[in-house]
């Protein structure tokens, strides 16, 4: 019989402390595992930023305003196809296949990024047409970006799949292949001195790349199984396809109407302003690649903590957006010139309601992962939907009020309003959950 001063712990008393070590062990592991791959996914989205930053400045420098205004709607529809690739092909697999185990992911993987090949071939054949069709200025830059439009979805395939595995030390590697083959092309063109030249450089070092995606992960991508792909996950597929075209087809929108109410000088001036705020607009950009493969992991094993996770991903960004746009502001003429040249003068008025902009957007996105995690793409898809009316309605009404600088802070308030929907959404999302199960997750 034990005695009152007898310290020794119960059997059940030491089964509990151990239970209670284990799961504090546990968190820990689950912390460090999450700050891991977050660290490469920043590593991965810097040296994305910065080879998009390094491309746009150079071209700038290059071209001038005008034919840089040509390549930004290049550019810009370069993103409406990558969103596209990235609704049908690979968000599904962020989705569905991250955490899998590693037979599921492989074959996942291999329909996954024949996809994003097929659209890239059809889109790019589109493309062509287009740019053979518009001759002129404009005509040239569509043509080879139709030329090189598979190899750029491709290496941006691989790159989803490595964060949907948690290797995201392979992504950075790819993106580190690709800026490291950007350099001795982007010579070239600059000697060559056309628009079409230096698309035809971002393309062939995007090629290098996405070859070395399939050393890398020794998958081949099946073109044949594109279509099976297509069908598995259409559920979330083309919901995903609709909100993502509407996203980059705000911006197309707005660029074309900005170039016919004010001129191509405005879309290089707005342009430019983008690429000042370049790390963390191509952070926004690419964002998913690593939030939402995280906000699923955080739902299957730590549900009640999606929330906060988010909460956190949003917040940080819209405060470091802020602080560089603060820095920006402080950033002498002289600088500046020095990195845009011509540009500058006009991008330069566009500082403070670009980065409003951005910071809104960020906010945004913390919501919009979870979202996501959630397989919620019906409420995901209205927000987009409300989200890119209010881009297109703001941007071109403000270009009529006020020309380049009311274009811009029309995006801002309508960025800022969106972002307020994606977080009333989601917690509706949330409290929806509380009465049902977690989404399937589908493992083959």
């Known amino acids: 019989m034990a005695t009152e001063g007898d310290k020794t712990p119960a059997p059940a008393d030491r089964a509990t402390d151990a239970r209670r070590s284990a799961d504090r062990s546990a968190d820990r592991s689950a912390r460090k595992g999450i700050v891991g791959r977050l660290s490469w996914g920043l590593a991965d989205q810097a040296a994305s930023s910065m080879t998009n930053f390094a491309v746009g400045i150079y071209v700038a420098r290059s071209l001038g305003l005008t034919a840089f205004g040509v390549f930004s709607l290049a550019w810009l529809t370069y993103g409406v196809v990558l969103n596209v690739a990235r609704g049908l092909a690979t968000d599904p697999l962020v989705v569905r296949f991250s955490g899998v185990p590693e037979a599921s992911w492989r074959a996942a993987t291999a329909r996954s990024s024949g996809a994003a090949l097929g ?25 080879c970006l139709g030329v090189v439009l598979p190899a750029l979805l491709l290496q941006d395939a691989w790159r989803f799949a490595f964060f949907a595995a948690g290797a995201g030390r392979k992504a950075f590697l790819n993106d580190l292949v690709w800026g490291v083959a950007l350099v001795p092309a982007m010579v070239i063109a600059a000697r060559v001195d056309t ?33 099976g792909w297509l069908r598995e996950q ?5 919901r995903y396809l609709v909100e993502n075209v509407s996203l980059s ?25 983008e690429l000042l705020l370049g790390p963390f607009l191509a952070l926004l950009m690419g964002l998913s690649l690593v939030t939402v493969a995280e906000a699923a992991r955080v739902l299957r094993r730590a549900p009640h903590r999606l929330s ?9 960004q819209a405060a470091a957006a802020l602080l560089w746009g603060a820095a920006l502001l402080l950033l002498p003429d002289s600088a500046g010139e020095f990195v845009l ?44 939907l409300f989200a890119s009316a209010c ?20 995006v801002a308030a309508a960025t800022v309003c969106a972002s307020a929907v994606w977080w009333l959404q989601l917690r509706s999302a949330l409290r929806e959950r509380d009465h049902d199960p977690i989404p399937e997750v589908r493992t083959s």
């Open 234 to 238: 259409r559920d979330l597929g083309y």
């Open 249 to 273: 087809g705000a911006s197309q929108l707005r660029a074309y109407g900005l170039g016919v109410i004010v001129g191509v000088g405005a879309v290089g001036a707005v342009r430019g302003a």
């Open 341 to 384: 040249g011509g540009v500058w003068d006009s991008a330069s008025q566009l500082i403070v309601p670009a980065t409003l902009g951005v910071a809104g957007a960020g906010l945004g996105s913390g919501a919009a992962a979870g979202l996501r995690a959630l397989a919620a793409a019906r409420r995901s898809l209205r927000c987009q």
């Open 308 to 316: 906060r996770f988010c909460l956190y991903l949003g917040g940080g």
């Open 391 to 410: 881009y297109v309605g703001g941007g071109l009404g403000g270009a009529a009020l006020a020309g380049t600088v009311g274009s811009a802070w029309g």
């Open 195 to 227: 628009v079409g030249a230096f698309v035809l450089a971002w393309g062939a070092s995007a090629a290098v790349a996405a070859v070395y995606g399939c050393f890398q992960s020794g998958i081949r991508p099946r073109l044949t199984q594109a279509r």
């Open 119 to 143: 659209v890239g071939t059809a889109l790019g054949a589109v493309c062509l047409l287009v740019g053979l069709g518009l001759g002129g200025r404009v005509g040239p830059a569509f043509t």
